[in-house]
């Protein structure tokens, strides 16, 4: 038997916190998401440098971006996207690969 939406049971879901949450609520989380967001992606981007026993320099070289843009990628003030973003999982899962391919 389907069960409507009304007629679930209860989980673990603070109705009464949800109804009292305000749109500057939801917005103020919505940035601290991003920042906790930055932190992640700016270590993920060091960890996969240091991994290929890369400098910063070496790096940014290597896959053909600026040295301020490595900088702010691992310091969380901006995050690769698109080619850069899937570079750097490529470099993360297989590094003798993506570094091949960059030759």
Known sequence: MKQGFMNRPKGRIDAARVDATSEDD???QAGEDELLALRDVAEFTRNVRRRLGLTQK???R???V???TIR???QG???PTGAAKAL???LDKAPEVGLSALR
């Open 88 to 90: 750097l999982i490529i």
């Open 66 to 68: 600026s040295l301020d």
């Open 62 to 64: 290597r896959i053909h």
């Open 77 to 79: 003030r901006r995050y």
């Open 72 to 74: 702010n990628w691992e």
């Open 58 to 60: 070496e790096f940014a």
């Open 26 to 28: 939801i917005r103020r």
